[in-house]
């Protein structure tokens, strides 16, 4: 099989620029990363499906080979898919900004909160039964 | 008549009654019959599907009569079938629970007129990905119950769920995106996404391709499935969607990814070079997930870890590659889905009783609240494999079906598996200790002035604060829980011809043909179909 170069250095592209963003910490980038990456995605489709030929419609077009009509009937499917999620990372994203001012990706609290015992060599109040002295300790640290 | 016009209910109905539900968005009561319809009809369904599998070997249906090459098929063999009995028994009692559940008539922060069509359609996703015979529609599969689950972690905006639905929808579209080039990879492979036809053509293909398209499927299913290291996402983004919520996450959607691991794994890949590969996945999910359970003081986060590490036993079932660890495999995925659902419903009744899911702010609940204190620990004891409870059985067959396995590795794995029980059985004591036994904190007050200024947890816990007053607990949100907590229980009653369908299924697993000449070449029925699939 041969495969159309192009395609394959664009979806390269597409792919390694949405990761970059994916990696990022702003929900709105993410987004920009995953719209990126998917549509890197289907271009990947276009390629596993061979090369291109004449509209797959039977009866509408002339002899010679078609294109294979099945990546391309997933590609849609992944497209709108992709559409839907996107709509709701968006809403997430506003959501986000609405309620903190910004849309960046939190830490988990209560990891963040194990790790500071961590540090600190502490023990979680759960750990010895829990006396008042180092819930003290904590509440006031929080 | 063709039964096999039953196997797209399972799908079409939760989505058909969705539907419905949305049309009805002003009446309760009318979501709440239709909901419950659907999901009772689809439990028969599963069931009626489930006989047949057993009985007369994979169901199949050609949607829309097209060629399983190119069409979508439906295919109910004995492992399908199964688990989606399960899955749809678990989700009807979570449904049941939610009903009893003030939140959602209260409509306090949830929307009344969502929940329901979002729950149906979390359904179909879930037994359209147990169903399908092609990866695509797999890929459709996992992301209807995605998008599903998405809103339901979300449910009401809040700051905390916000946070928290944020990392989890990132990790699953990242794991989507992987299957989609997973799929497009073996489409360019093989030339289909058909899996009983993927299966066949699989042997022409190099092993080095076969490799990738192994790695990067397993890659995409782990995420879901939450195997160690891929698993940081779950215990992060669980706990603070609604009780109901949780317990159905927990229960369903990563054992949807098991089921995927299995499902690929016996059929597309049958001499997996990964075995060993596995094996440490298993392990190493295993005990860092306990580890990870030990530290926390939260119960519902406690519960979240102790899913992760519970996954690796599944993993170390099919790991084995063996029928007696397939068998494990299948029979522990079946208990764990009800235990964990249950243990999940049972800290939303404990947050109802006791305001809090918190250890350090529990306490005494042996005494004031004896009927949940018994709904704790009996699937407690059932999670830590106590004898005569089904986890300890499913276990057993893992630990055979390890040991028979030459090697040091599997010896490890075993051994790691059962320090694992004892740890988990550690966590779960504690909790029942600090929780139940131990007298409750004093200055209850005191520490919810301190801990609600900033901390996310202080918002959670305000928001049940309406309800932490009630000294009975609501019968609608028990009786079901109830069922459940039986349900459980009684596995260990049914686990003769539980586990010998769970054999049954592996058996068919490891043959591979009943699954791909059913799919690929019952003419008859496909013949039959169009009137069928026309109906659709």
Known sequence: MTTNLTLVILMAVLVACGVTLLLERSLTRILVGVLLLSNGVNLFFLVASGPAGNAPVLGSVGPGPMSDPLPQAMVLTAIVITLGVSAFLLAMAYRSWQLGGDDEVQDDVEDALITRLAERDETSSTFDG?????LDEEGADT | MN????????VVL???????????GRSARAQRLISFGVLSAVVVIAAVLLVRADTDGPQVVHLGAWPAELGISLVADRLSALMLLVSTVVTLCVLAYSLGQGVIEFGRDTPLSVYFPTFLVLSAGVSNAFLSGDLFNLFVGFEVLLSASYVLITLGGTGPRVRAGTTYVVVSLLSSMLFLIAIAATYAAVGTVNMADVAQRMDSVPPGVQLVLQLLLLTAFSIKAAVFPLSAWLPDSYPTAPAPVTAVFAGLLTKVGVYAIIRTQTLLFPDSPLSDFLLWAALLTMVVGILGAVAQSDIKRLLSFTLVSHIGYMIFGIALASELGLTGAI???VHHITIQTTLFLVTGLIEVRGGSTSLDRLGGLARSAPLLAVMFFVPAMNLGGIPPFSGFLGKVALVQGGIDRAGWLSTLVVAGSIVTSLLTLYAIAKTWNRAFWQPAPEDLDDLD???????????????????SNLTKLPTAMVVPTLVLVVLGSSLTLVAGPLYGVSERSATELMERTPYISAVLTDDTDAGDDPSTAGGE
């Open chain 2, 3 to 10: 039964v096999n016009v039953i196997i797209p209910l399972p």
């Open chain 2, 449 to 467: 002035h301190r801990w609600s200024s900033g901390t996310k947890s202080g918002e959670r816990w305000g928001s049940v604060d309406a309800l």
């Open chain 2, 14 to 24: 939760p989505l058909l009654g969705a539907g419905a539900c949305l049309v009805f």
């Open chain 1, 130 to 134: 829990g006396s008042d002295g180092e």
């Open chain 2, 331 to 333: 029979f522990y995925v």
